[in-house]
């Protein structure tokens, strides 16, 4: 795994805050009613998951996708489109809980967002199992609702996360990777999730316009895949971003040692971009590396060939036709979406 | 896990067999659609999946709970309800797939159905993976046709599934579990996804039925709750006999040792009835156990108390239940889901 899905304390919390902030009390009433729901959710279904999701839903997190559903859904009208809002909100924070629990399990990790994993406090079985009943309460959540469009776009998501874990465990270890592929990898890993996230927004707000409504707007459907696609590229920005500072440092930030993807196999845009000046590293076998020094190292030695700073210059591309590809939106969304986007960025900073 | 997931060769396959060849060309035709889009997902999602899906979907198995789909529907009118029935019916495969893929994980298990399993194959993550894919591909499939009850079935039934291995987990090493907690956990496990088998073929069916058709036939709902209900309980008596098959053997005909659920902490029914008399057993420390040797003198205690008998009565009680239960059907689809009945009982014979 890499960093984004670790979700270090910090990173853009300030950001969000401060899209928050600019929301107004409609945005942080719908935040919370999200919250409200993950809870009763990790309380409803059995003492096992209610102790568990301790460790899980409930500890929090920045609900960065739950606020991309609410700031790509815009002023909605009406009850039903809200609630629709925040079941798609719960539903995508459910599927990156899922996938952060499985995660762990493989990762062994002990502890994430200050509390003890699932599978530290459960052990393995359970928390897969827990994985597992996240993951289907998102899709329950959805079918709750009436809309069928809610349930392809989660579950379309939820199969591009795999994949992309599937093809990250393909490529591990393995220093010659194509950019390209990599840059799949972590459409498919951190990038569909945000767009999914964006697209259940717009939709829920469409929803409230009739075939016969308002002809000055858009069709909602194209809105929902503009709106998508600024997801899908604020989703690979943040995990490039997050590959650079596996790389870059320091670990007080990040929360972890450098080098942690290398140790684990993960090949990411740093050395992708530092082996084409390094035949050294161009060489490398990543197998080889053993120890925590060892990858530093490897780290040091990117970091001489100025990677790091094209590696960010090439996130920051993607957040900047993140922007420009947004479509006409009220002024204070398009400030609100670009707020986050910025946010992205600053996680870096 | 116990053994029911584990799905051994030849257990009910002679029944299911006699089941497909009752039902004639129609039956087979539906399975055999069932199969090619099984195939066709396993392809269609990318290289790695494609490789892995060898060792889980495409590797067959019996295809009980697609072959539940098609008899809970009878006749069903036209080729729209007929594309609903496969699509479920490839839906609910594919969580089970899911779960096995994912319980040989946590099994460390080796072979499946003759071949390596997916963990064996490509390691943990990819099979973590792998089985996330197939439990999405499972929701993709049914939102790509038009029912959210649909949905609504088979993500409760996923739901229970997890749920099931939460508590079992939860119970593990515990010889002093209540009959009816043992009782609960099977029917979340097994019986819930066998409930929205039938669940699922019964909408479809009924789906045909416009609200104000032939009022001659009970509305849907109710038949599709009153088969859910024999799916239920089918489910049910097939894990309390695969339970009873871990503790009698032979080794032979289950394809693994006597006590092996014993050895993985969990205590299943046998246990339970032959604690009541007999002293030694009530005070048993599942923990104590450590070889197959140990676990196969415990098995031959429980038999000793005649508990197997009265399990498998209990059992075949289940299956009564199941058959009483049925709502009025056409005497062919009736005598079809009998079959089915009594092939779960025959797995035990």
Same mark, same amino acid.
């Given at each position: 795994?890499?960093?984004?899905?670790?979700?270090?304390?910090?990173?853009?919390?300030?950001?969000?805050?401060?899209?928050?902030?600019?929301?107004?009390?409609?945005?942080?009433?719908?935040?919370?009613?999200?919250?409200?729901?993950?809870?009763?959710?990790?309380?409803?279904?059995g003492p096992t998951l209610a102790q568990h999701a301790t460790s899980t839903i409930s500890a929090g997190g920045k609900r960065l996708r739950p606020l991309l559903v609410f700031l790509a859904a815009g002023e909605v009208a009406?009850?039903?489109?809200?609630?629709?809002?925040?079941?798609?909100?719960?539903?995508?924070?459910?599927?990156?809980?899922?996938?952060?629990?499985?995660?762990?399990?493989?990762?062994?990790?002990?502890?994430?967002?200050g509390r003890p994993t699932v599978v530290a406090a459960a052990g393995r079985t359970a928390a897969t199992a827990t994985g597992d009943l996240l993951f289907s309460r998102a899709f329950a959540e959805l079918a709750a609702g009436?809309?069928?469009? &809610? $349930? #392809? *776009? =989660?579950?379309? @998501?939820?199969? +591009?996360?795999?994949?992309?874990?599937? /093809?990250?465990?393909?490529? !591990?270890?393995?220093?010659?990777?194509?950019?390209?592929?990599?840059?799949?990898?972590?459409?498919?890993?951190?990038?569909?999730?945000?767009?999914?996230?964006?697209?259940?927004?717009?939709?829920?707000?469409?929803?409230?316009?009739?075939?016969?409504?308002?002809?000055?707007?858009?069709?909602?459907?194209?809105?929902?895949?503009?709106?998508?696609?600024?997801?899908?590229?604020?989703?690979?920005?943040?995990?490039?971003?997050?590959?650079?500072?596996?790389?870059?440092?320091?670990?007080?930030?990040?929360?972890?040692?450098?080098?942690?993807?290398?140790?684990?196999?993960?090949?990411?845009?740093?050395?992708?971009?530092?082996?084409?000046?390094?035949?050294?590293?161009?060489?490398? &076998? $990543? #197998? *080889? =590396?053993?120890? @925590?020094?060892? +990858?530093?190292?490897?780290?040091?030695? /990117?970091?001489?060939?100025? !990677?790091?700073?094209?590696?960010?210059?090439?996130?920051?591309?993607?957040?900047?036709?993140?922007?420009?590809?947004?479509?006409?939106?009220?002024?204070?969304?398009?400030?609100?979406?670009?707020?986050?986007?910025?946010?992205?960025?600053?996680?870096?900073?």
């Open positions: 795994m890499t960093a984004a899905e670790r979700d270090a304390p910090g990173t853009s919390a300030a950001a969000v805050e401060a899209v928050v902030a600019a929301g107004g009390s409609r945005l942080a009433e719908l935040l919370a009613r999200t919250e409200e729901r993950l809870v009763a959710l990790a309380a409803g279904h009406g009850p039903a489109a809200e609630a629709r809002l925040v079941r798609a909100a719960v539903a995508v924070e459910l599927i990156h809980s899922a996938s952060l629990v499985h995660d762990d399990v493989l990762d062994a990790a002990a502890v994430r967002r009436g809309e069928l469009e &809610d $349930v #392809r *776009a =989660l579950s379309a @998501a939820a199969s +591009a996360l795999a994949r992309g874990e599937l /093809i990250q465990r393909a490529d !591990a270890w393995d220093a010659a990777i194509p950019l390209e592929r990599y840059l799949h990898r972590c459409e498919l890993k951190t990038g569909s999730l945000f767009e999914a996230a964006c697209r259940l927004g717009a939709l829920a707000s469409g929803s409230g316009v009739s075939p016969s409504g308002d002809r000055t707007r858009p069709p909602a459907v194209d809105v929902a895949t503009a709106l998508g696609l600024f997801g899908r590229r604020i989703g690979l920005a943040f995990q490039l971003l997050d590959d650079v500072l596996d790389v870059s440092g320091p670990a007080e930030r990040t929360g972890k040692a450098r080098g942690t993807d290398l140790l684990d196999g993960t090949v990411t845009l740093p050395l992708i971009l530092a082996r084409e000046r390094d035949p050294q590293l161009a060489r490398l &076998d $990543v #197998r *080889a =590396l053993r120890t @925590a020094r060892e +990858a530093e190292e490897v780290c040091d030695r /990117i970091a001489a060939t100025g !990677a790091l700073d094209r590696a960010k210059q090439q996130a920051l591309a993607v957040v900047e036709d993140a922007r420009t590809g947004l479509p006409q939106l009220p002024p204070e969304q398009q400030q609100a979406l670009e707020l986050v986007a910025e946010g992205v960025v600053e996680r870096y900073a």
